[in-house]
């Protein structure tokens, strides 16, 4: 069955930098979307960023551009999520999530995911 195993969460200052891993097993990884989403304490669930299945096409979330960037390595059935500058209200558990096949990065935020990780927590301290 297809797997998503997100890693590199952690307790960071205001300002510091995180680069959040997301592994996919089970399924043809290259043809998939692949997008960050994140869900403060008492708040729903948000895009956060998301990339095409060859890389070529990213798309974010309004209050992280410019600090966060997303990027992948079909050769290795990984995404990553590069954030810098990070904030405390960037404080959150990160989902990795992908597909269905002939998603866009764009309509990631409209269209639900097929396949979620069980996320890691992300702490910025002010």
């Known amino acids: 069955q297809v797997q998503l195993v997100e890693s590199g969460g952690g307790l960071v200052q205001t300002g510091d930098s995180l680069r959040l891993s997301c592994t996919a097993s089970?399924?043809?990884?290259?043809?998939?979307?692949v997008g960050w989403f994140r869900q403060a304490p008492g708040k729903e669930r948000e895009f956060v960023a998301a990339?095409?299945?060859?890389?070529?096409?990213?798309y974010y979330q309004e209050s992280v551009k410019g600090r966060f960037t997303i990027s992948r390595d079909n050769a290795k059935n990984t995404v990553y999520l590069q954030m810098n500058s990070l904030k405390p209200e960037d404080t959150a558990v990160y989902y990795c999530?992908?597909?269905?096949?002939?998603?866009?990065?764009?309509?990631?935020?409209?269209?639900?995911?097929?396949?979620w990780g069980q996320g890691t927590q992300v702490t910025v301290s002010s």
């Open positions: 990339i095409s299945g060859s890389g070529s096409s990213t």
């Open positions: 089970g399924l043809t990884f290259s043809i998939n979307v």
């Open positions: 999530a992908a597909g269905p096949p002939g998603l866009t990065a764009q309509a990631m935020d409209k269209i639900p995911p097929r396949y």
